[in-house]
């Protein structure tokens, strides 16, 4: 299997996001078969090393969306979307977030929508979550 283009660290506890990798996967299943250019890692499991995933906490992982290219650069944010979009067909959807102007206003709703993700899905704060997590590099603020 060859390296992705892109792999994204999702919260595999969360129903929105477990939603939406399953339509990336499978749309990209469709499109490139047994050559997939999307990877997906689940924060949330108990065995996430943030090591092996661009140094991301699991702090950091849980409280925004991010990514890692196939060049090792770490995206976050609406970023994240356009790119993993643009890998399934459908960067058009994204595009527009990233023009100027627009890409201040969507990285503005995006960091709403990240501060409250965890209540509007029926979750435990993002500092209880990290409390139950062993070891220091779920309470670091990395990103």
Do not use: K
Request: aromatic share 10%.
């Amino acid at each position: 299997m060859s390296t992705p283009a892109l792999t994204l660290l999702y919260d595999g506890a969360c129903p929105l996001c477990l939603r939406e990798v399953r339509f990336l996967s499978q749309r990209d299943a469709r499109l490139h078969g047994d050559r997939p250019r999307l990877a997906f890692v689940d924060v949330d499991a108990a065995g996430y090393n943030p090591e092996q995933h661009g140094g991301i906490s699991y702090r950091a992982a849980m409280g925004r969306i991010h990514a890692i290219d196939a060049d090792g650069r770490v995206l976050t944010d609406v970023a994240v979307f356009r790119a993993a979009y643009a890998q399934i067909g459908l960067g058009w959807l994204y595009a527009p977030s990233g023009w100027p102007g627009l890409r201040q206003i969507s990285d503005g709703l995006y960091g709403l929508w990240a501060h409250w993700r965890l209540a509007v899905t029926g979750r435990p704060s993002l500092d209880q979550l990290c409390s139950c997590r062993s070891g220091s590099e779920a309470m670091q603020d990395q990103a």
